[in-house]
Structure formats: structure tokens, C-alpha cells
């Protein structure tokens, strides 16, 4: 099994920053990408980037210029660096991976909160 425990989610106000982690272990055979989902309230589930295992990036339009993801190869683990937070921005933040064989695994999610 592999098992995706992210952390770094909280409460911050409208212009300010957080910086998400997602560690990834168990049973990897490989990792094809890592990278983020978001869910708001009432909302699908979105991408807001990925990162690929070769370091190629794909970020969403509202992400742009704003977030930044990274990767940690040796230690499995990603990261979302998030600044100029806005209200919208408010989500519950999943980590996600694709593994071996297009297996996708998913985190238990992180709460990001905006204030304005």
C-alpha cells in the first residue's frame, strides 16, 4: 500500500502565504508525478498542479504566478508554496500521485483557509 499524509494547511489572511508537504510512503515501486488537487465547498475537485518525475510542471490558470510545487525525489515528497493567498483560494488541498502501473493514490486532504 502507499499512504500520502500531507501537512501544512491552516488559517491565514487574504495576501499572505502557506507552504503545504505531502510525504509519500508504503509500497513504491515508482512515481510517474505528484502534485495537488483542491476541493471547495459545494465545488469538483480541482488540479492546481503537478509535477512530473522528470520535473516538468503544470499549474492551473489560478495558480499561475501565485503557487509554486517542488519536489523532493530522494524523500518522496512534494510541496505547494502558495502566496498572494485569496478567499477563492479556500479549499480542502489533496495530495495526489500516480504511481506505478497509472495506479493514482490520494492523500486524506488539508484544509487551506483564507480570510479576507
Known amino acids: 500500500q502507499v499512504q500520502l499524509v500531507e501537512s501544512g494547511g491552516g488559517l491565514v489572511q487574504a495576501g499572505g502565504s502557506l507552504r503545504l508537504s505531502c510525504a509519500a510512503s508504503g509500497s513504491i515501486i515508482s512515481i510517474n508525478r505528484m502534485g495537488w488537487y483542491r476541493q471547495a465547498p459545494g465545488k469538483q475537485r480541482e488540479l492546481v498542479t503537478v509535477?512530473?518525475?522528470?520535473?516538468?510542471?503544470n499549474y492551473a490558470e489560478s495558480a499561475k504566478g501565485r503557487f509554486t510545487i517542488s519536489r523532493d525525489n530522494a524523500k518522496n515528497t512534494v510541496y505547494l508554496q502558495m502566496n498572494s493567498l485569496k478567499p477563492e483560494d479556500t479549499a480542502v488541498y489533496y495530495c495526489y500521485m500516480r504511481g506505478a502501473y497509472g495506479m493514482d493514490y490520494w492523500g486524506r486532504g488539508t484544509l487551506v483557509t483564507v480570510s479576507s
Open positions: 509535477i512530473t518525475s522528470g520535473g516538468m510542471t
